[in-house]
């Protein structure tokens, strides 16, 4: 029995590392993108017991891809642990240019309304970005939505809804469809406190899933990178991204943007499943332009969603920010040509289901 447990687990750790390694839109494909803690645990208890059940060369042979597959694993997420060197720096610079930003799937079949509303009270965000929010939701919020001046929402049954809601000043917010008319996403310039503009960016494209492949999801993440870099504003983008930090997606998204991801040398941040403490990966993400400092990040508790909800605060300082921080990677021609190519194939893809949208963001 427990050899056979050691030939499962290895063979999931083995076939999970080995199809992350190609270059696909495929969802069977894809899907091995997410989870990474998971396979590189497979594979230290393959590791682990096979060395009492196990002789020979295929005791050798196993071991030694183990060891590979937790090699290669730990590589992709080493920079989403203390152990790695920050990017951006934790400073408080003045307050009155400090930003609360709250993001959260609440999972629309999640009635539990109260407990978010609670959630939202306590923390009490600047800005809040809710997703897959139906008319229900709405309102069910309404006491939440109320107390923000600056709303947009989009109230949707496809699990793709949501709602974005800010005391700072809003000097434009549009719900736009990027490439698939049923997901929508969401671009506002807003202000500090202090009078210092920023763009908001909030992202929710659909996962990898059967029948699901990635070209839109990849596309809608593209366009969102090259909208960021035409801006000539500071940026803030959240949201459930459907793809993890690590991904060949989000690693382009955050070269062509120009961005930096306060996770880096701080930890996994890991949201999704809710259920599965030791088995999440970051499904929402932050990402911030190098004009933002970090003052504190956190992932909240379950609130009967199957994410967690994030809330970060940051403080818009580009001259100190300038200092404190690392410098964003630089794109290489090889991110241009997959933003191009993302783009291009998500439209594709679109045109195909007759789920083509059209959109495309507001003017930076």
């Not at 800010?166 to 807003?190: C, G, H, N, Q």
């Not at 504003?233 to 793809?243: I, Q, S």
């Not at 809330?311 to 191009?340: F, G, Q, S, Y």
């Amino acid at each position: 029995m427990l050899r056979i447990l050691v030939f499962v687990l290895a063979a999931i750790a083995a076939t999970g590392t080995t199809l992350s390694l190609l270059t696909s839109y495929r969802w069977y494909i894809r899907m091995w993108d997410f989870p990474r803690v998971a396979l590189m645990v497979f594979a230290a208890i393959a590791l682990v017991a096979a060395v009492p059940v196990l002789t020979g060369w295929v005791r050798a042979v196993l071991v030694v891809a183990m060891l590979l597959v937790i090699g290669w694993q730990g590589f992709r997420i080493y920079p989403y642990t203390p152990l790695a060197k920050t990017e951006v720096a934790q400073a408080v610079i003045n307050r009155e240019n400090c930003i609360s930003a709250f993001s959260f799937n609440v999972l629309q079949t999640n009635r539990d309304y109260a407990r978010t509303i609670q959630l939202i009270d306590r923390e009490d965000p600047d800005i809040v970005l809710l997703l897959e929010t139906d008319k229900l939701w709405e309102d069910a919020l309404k006491p939440v939505i109320d107390r923000y001046p600056h709303r947009s929402s989009a109230p949707l049954d496809n699990l793709y809804g949501l709602i974005l809601l800010s005391r700072l000043p809003v000097e434009d917010a549009e719900i736009t469809w990027l490439i698939d008319k049923e997901t929508p996403s969401v671009f506002a310039t807003m202000k500090t406190k202090a009078g210092a503009q920023f763009r908001y960016i909030g992202l929710h494209p659909r996962p990898p899933q059967p029948g699901e492949d990635t070209e839109k999801r990849d596309g809608e993440i593209a366009i969102a990178a090259r909208h960021a870099k035409e801006t000539k504003l500071p940026v803030l983008a959240m949201g459930d991204f459907n793809d993890v930090a690590w991904s060949r997606t989000s690693q382009m998204f955050k070269r062509i943007g120009g961005y930096l991801d306060p996770r880096i040398g701080r930890g996994l941040y890991a949201t999704f499943p809710a259920n599965l403490p030791g088995l999440r990966w970051p499904l929402d993400h932050l990402f911030m332009s190098p004009d933002f400092t970090l003052v504190d990040m956190k992932v909240l508790e379950n609130v009967g969603s199957d994410h967690l909800p994030v809330i970060a605060k940051v403080c818009l300082a580009p001259r100190a920010a300038k200092v404190l921080n690392e410098e964003p990677e630089t794109p290489d021609a090889a991110d241009h040509k997959d933003m191009r190519e993302a783009i291009r194939d998500g439209k594709q893809a679109a045109r195909e289901e007759g789920t083509a949208s059209g959109g495309s963001p507001p003017p930076p």
